[in-house]
């Protein structure tokens, strides 16, 4: 192992107590997320085509936070640990501890975006797209909130900004939460910009959704491969290699070719 190591930055998970109150990094970076994406898709709408208006999307933010909690922490449950939580049924309201799926929380929106775009007499797919352009903001303060919680660390390695994580032992780790944060956050989101600016996609619905799924599939896979898979689950079928986040994360990326398909296959809108 290498001595060259770049230490831990050791944040306290928790910004500001306030008496029996904490407000934790973990927490903002969901509002961040919520916030900004909501900031953004208000300016994004007045955009031709014009899908919803302004206050329309106000009110899809209400939707959308909540099929990313509700989601997110069911998609934990039943993904990553249902027996314990089958045991212990109450730890599943304690959110501030962490344990949120991301593709629990994706579920969790497609059901809030098809049921806010019928109630409104609006394509699904053209509100996903919007969606599709700020989710990776969400994604990248998430990661970053991970990291800062010391959380989700990355594969022993002898690589020079190797870190040596509180509760991830004594060895050196990849900082995999930077790395997906890099990944899932800046590069997704300048792919999903240039396919929503550079082309033909705003006219075509579900062609910067597919772009997102796919993208984010394919980074999260090569992002599983610097980090550690949970203790509890460990590798699948007797591999060294193969995590969850991978299995959950290949049907995204089909998804996502398919949906890109479907797009070209079908005439752009005037």
């Not at 909690?69 to 962490?98: D, H």
């Not at 600016?197 to 597919?210: A, H, I, K, S």
């Not at 599983?224 to 995590?243: N, V």
Request: glycine share 10%; aromatic share 14%.
């Amino acid at each position: 192992m290498t001595s060259l190591l770049i230490p831990y930055p050791e944040i306290d998970p928790v910004l500001i107590h306030l008496g029996p109150f904490a407000i934790r990094w973990y927490a903002l970076a969901y509002i961040a997320g919520l916030v900004i994406g909501w900031r953004v898709m208000r300016r994004v709408c007045e955009q031709p085509p014009k899908i919803l208006s302004p206050e329309k999307i106000d009110d899809f933010l209400l939707w959308a936070a909540l099929g990313v909690i509700l989601g997110g922490r069911i998609g934990y449950v039943l993904f990553y640990k249902p027996s314990f939580f089958l045991a212990n049924p109450l730890q599943i309201f304690t959110l501030w501890e962490g344990g949120m799926s991301f593709h629990g929380g994706l579920l969790g929106v497609i059901v809030a975006i098809i049921t806010y775009a019928l109630r409104n007499n609006t394509s699904p797919f053209m509100l996903s797209d919007l969606v599709a352009i700020v989710t990776p903001v969400g994604l990248f303060f998430g990661r970053i909130a991970n990291f800062i919680n010391g959380e989700l660390w990355g594969r022993p390695s002898d690589v020079p900004w190797a870190m040596v994580f509180p509760r991830g032992g004594p060895e050196p780790r990849h900082p995999s939460q930077l790395y997906q944060a890099f990944f899932e956050g800046v590069v997704l989101l300048t792919v999903v910009v240039l396919v929503w600016r550079l082309t033909d996609g705003r006219r075509r619905p579900g062609l910067v959704t597919g772009t997102f799924c796919a993208g984010y599939g394919m980074a999260r896979i090569v992002g599983e491969l610097f980090r550690e898979p949970d203790s509890f689950l460990g590798f699948l079928l007797g591999t060294s290699w193969l995590s969850m986040g991978m299995v959950l994360s290949l049907p995204m990326v089909l998804f996502g070719l398919a949906l890109i398909v479907r797009a070209y296959r079908r005439p752009a809108i005037a």
